[in-house]
């Protein structure tokens, strides 16, 4: 979105300022968000499921299990942390909108 603001001596000023958030700087955010995310569930999953001796190529049944599990469970973690950390934004976007409410409302 743009806005176009007017001169002070007439006319239009045609100055365009971009509204929002920047696209490019949220994906490369949210690229880094998951890089972040996978490194840390490899890293600790790994520490909890793979076995110290490496006697074959492929994992066992028994690791699979544990990596599966392991998996499910931290990103059932981050959900639940998004879903909490979305309300209260929400909460406290709310709060803001009342508070510019109330100072509209009281000539602030």
Same mark, same amino acid.
């Given at each position: 979105?743009?806005?176009?603001?007017?001169?002070?001596?007439?006319?239009?000023?045609?100055?365009?300022?971009?509204?929002?958030?920047?696209? #490019?700087?949220?994906?490369?955010? @949210?690229?880094?968000?998951?890089?972040?995310?996978?490194?840390? #569930?490899?890293?600790?999953?790994?520490?909890?499921?793979?076995?110290?001796?490496?006697? @074959?190529?492929?994992?066992?049944?028994? @690791?699979?299990?544990?990596?599966?599990?392991?998996?499910?469970?931290?990103?059932?973690?981050?959900?639940? #942390?998004?879903?909490?950390?979305?309300?209260?934004?929400?909460?406290?976007? !709310?709060?803001?909108?009342?508070? !510019? !409410?109330?100072?509209?409302?009281?000539?602030?």
């Amino acid at each position: 979105l743009f806005t176009v603001t007017m001169n002070f001596f007439g006319g239009g000023g045609q100055q365009q300022q971009p509204q929002g958030p920047d696209p #490019i700087f949220a994906a490369k955010t @949210e690229m880094e968000m998951y890089t972040d995310l996978f490194n840390k #569930i490899a890293s600790s999953c790994f520490q909890k499921c793979a076995s110290r001796r490496h006697r @074959e190529p492929d994992l066992s049944l028994g @690791e699979m299990t544990c990596t599966d599990r392991c998996v499910s469970k931290y990103l059932e973690g981050q959900q639940l #942390i998004g879903a909490v950390l979305q309300k209260a934004n929400e909460e406290q976007a !709310q709060q803001q909108q009342q508070m !510019q !409410q109330m100072q509209s409302q009281f000539g602030g």
